[in-house]
T-cell receptor, first 112, second 115 residues
Framework: SQQGEEDPQALSIQEGENATMNCSYK?????LQWYRQNSGRGLVHLIL?????REKHSGRLRVTLDTSKKSSSLLITASRAADTASYFC????????????FGQGTRLTINP | GAVVSQHPSRVICKSGTSVKIECRSL??????MFWYRQFPKKSLMLMAT?????????EQGVEKDKFLINHASLTLSTLTVTSAHPEDSSFYIC???????????FGPGTRLTVT
């Protein structure tokens, strides 16, 4: 079953603004990952955060993890038109951590 | 590194025929590959985990006789949709992971249309 729930389902902002997407999950995890999918394409791995980490950065991306609330957020700063895509969180459970359970995704549109 | 290819990218077949989709890791060895199905504007649903040299592990509700998976080498896994029906039309995506790491690297997907 799908574990991750993401909000918002869709987000539309102006280029240059920051975009924040949230993900909640239900079971204990080994790690949480964020992926990007351009329309009709495969997914691209963005960042992985382990259960013992609280924050992680990669370029314009910032991911936080709150295991007590079972939630994570992805912040994209200084957004660009090329950031337009769907963003998915995926959790790897403690048991069987190689499998990922994907959230429903957030459709992000950056308006020029 | 970590490039995964899929072939074909699009396929249209008639109802009742079988279709084979290939997933290849181009620059690394993948002991484990995964097959997902994605409906329009929906999330990915894991169908099965493909392990090199052994039988695939199917998720609950996925018919193993309908979706045949073969992982014959460390760089190739195949998914065969047997006796395809229009309801099998979907976007199928594979992924591969390196041994010991958690990140998955995805292929570009295959759009299957069954007429």
């Amino acid at each position: 079953s799908q574990q991750g729930e993401e909000d918002p389902q869709a987000l539309s902002i102006q280029e240059g603004e920051n975009a924040t997407m949230n993900c909640s999950y239900k079971t204990s995890i080994n790690n949480l990952q964020w992926y990007r999918q351009n329309s009709g394409r495969g997914l691209v791995h963005l960042i992985l955060i382990r259960s013992n980490e609280r924050e992680k950065h990669s370029g314009r991306l910032r991911v936080t993890l709150d295991t007590s609330k079972k939630s994570s957020s992805l912040l994209i700063t200084a957004s660009r038109a090329a950031d337009t895509a769907s963003y998915f969180c995926a959790t790897a459970r403690l048991q069987g951590a190689q499998k990922l359970v994907f959230g429903q995704g957030t459709r992000l549109t950056i308006n020029p | 590194g970590a490039v995964v290819s899929q072939h074909p990218s699009r396929v249209i077949c008639k109802s009742g025929t079988s279709v084979k989709i290939e997933c290849r890791s181009l620059d690394f060895q993948a002991t484990t590959m995964f097959w997902y199905r994605q409906f329009p504007k929906k999330s990915l649903m894991l169908m099965a985990t493909s392990n090199e040299g052994s039988k695939a592990t199917y998720e609950q509700g996925v018919e193993k006789d309908k979706f045949l998976i073969n992982h014959a080498s460390l760089t190739l896994s195949t998914l065969t949709v047997t006796s395809a029906h229009p309801e099998d039309s979907s976007f199928y995506i594979c992924s591969a992971k390196r041994t010991g790491l958690y990140e998955q690297y995805f292929g570009p997907g295959t759009r299957l249309t069954v007429t």
